[in-house]
């Protein structure tokens, strides 16, 4: 009797946990079929659509290792085991750079016209040489090396039609083109690079384009630690004119600093003499050259545009392309102030999207009023992954 009623409990009590179970069962839902990601090819390779969007999105960058030694080295540094010593002597060392830059590039197609945004951020480890007066005498007796982390926005903008607004290179930089195919193309200074940026860009059917920007400039050079970041309402302007055709274009660009009212402007020339070689020529001309600022004979104003040395400065070279993996640039550059450097490098494709760059660099950085003796030459190698 016992064992007869214990079995009825049991079967009671299961179909009760089956009734309970069957009252909150959990629907599954049928899996959606999967929607694989769609190319965009409006824009160039790389584009996909963002799912659910008519935006499409490129993701890429690259990874980059420099390589610096003799004028692009760091020189004069101090040696830390004399120096342990109580004894001061110099030596010269690498320069190292090793980057990651992580670009994002959306596009969409509005009524107004493409909307884009664009973002590059710079993530990089470098070495540094900075200056110490270890004797307290007042000068500088060398370097003490060191190494670090950094991170940089180099472009954050927005665009729509030909409107641009964000962080980016100074359009009296971009817009008659940087000088030429070397990696160190700056040694005479064409102009200012990252500044906050409102321009507009007009681009005709026939080759012809204008640009003005509204700047605020930036502060990484001159007796100031912020020279030239606004200190108004009155912005920095900028405008440029440029006309291309099949054999080459001639470009030319204008810049307004208005925090020290000085001018500069800039003119360039583009030649493409054969399929294989192509070759630029550009000069500059600023204000405030040679003004005696600060009473001192000789010295130039600060002009954020004009800022090679002296009234005027000359840019030429080209780039010879071998094959389609190999391309020779030259660079020869030279400015009022008689500061001349030349650059030749190598830029060698190893496999699809490793690029192997060798430069060599020649500076001779004198007024022979001052100093008849310094040339200097600097080696550079660069390995560059891109993706």
């Known amino acids: 009797m016992n064992i007869k009623s214990l079995l009825l409990g049991s079967a009671a009590a299961l179909v009760a946990v ?91 197609e509005t009524e107004l016209g493409t909307l884009r945004t664009y973002a590059a951020i710079n993530f990089q480890y470098t070495t540094a040489s900075n200056a110490a007066d270890v004797d307290g005498d007042g000068f500088i007796d060398g370097g003490i090396t060191d190494a670090g982390f950094a991170t940089e926005f180099e472009h954050a903008y927005i665009e729509l039609g030909g409107f641009r607004v964000g962080k980016t290179d100074s359009l009296f930089s971009t817009f008659t083109g940087y000088a030429g195919g070397v990696i160190n193309d700056d040694i005479v200074s064409y102009g200012p690079f990252g500044t906050h940026q409102i321009a507009y860009t007009f681009t005709g059917g026939n080759g012809f384009s204008a640009a003005v920007a509204l700047e605020v400039g930036d502060g990484d050079e001159g007796f100031l630690s912020n020279d030239y970041t606004l200190d108004s309402y009155v912005p920095h302007v900028v405008a440029g004119v440029a006309w291309t055709q099949g054999w080459g274009g001639i470009s030319a660009v204008a810049g307004y600093d208005s ?91 190893l496999v699809p999207g490793l690029v192997i760059t060798p430069e060599i660099v020649y500076v001779d950085n004198f007024d022979d009023d001052i100093d008849d003796d310094s040339d200097e030459i600097g080696g550079f190698l660069r390995f560059q992954r891109t993706f």
């Open 259 to 349: 925090v020290w009212e000085e001018w500069a402007g800039k003119v360039r020339l583009d030649v493409n003499a054969t399929e294989q070689l192509a070759l630029f020529i550009m000069a500059g001309y600023a204000s405030g050259a040679d003004d005696d600022f600060l009473g001192v004979p000789d010295l130039d104003s600060p002009n954020y545009y004009g800022s090679w040395g002296g009234d005027w400065a000359v840019w030429g070279g080209g780039t010879y392309t071998v094959s389609e993996q190999t391309k020779i640039n030259v660079q020869l550059s030279y400015d009022e102030q008689e500061n001349f450097a030349a650059v030749a490098n190598v830029n060698y494709e």
């Open 18 to 108: 089956s009734g309970a179970r069957a009252a909150d069962a959990v629907v599954i839902a049928e899996p959606e079929p999967m929607e694989y990601v769609r190319v965009c090819d409006v824009y160039g390779t790389g584009f996909f659509y963002i799912p659910g969007t008519e935006t499409c999105l490129r993701v890429g960058g690259y990874i980059r290792y420099d390589i610096g030694i003799g004028a692009l080295g760091h020189q004069d540094v101090l040696d830390k085991k004399d120096l342990s010593d109580g004894v001061i002597d110099t030596n010269d060392t690498y320069y190292k750079r090793a980057r990651f830059q992580l670009r994002v590039d959306s596009r969409s």
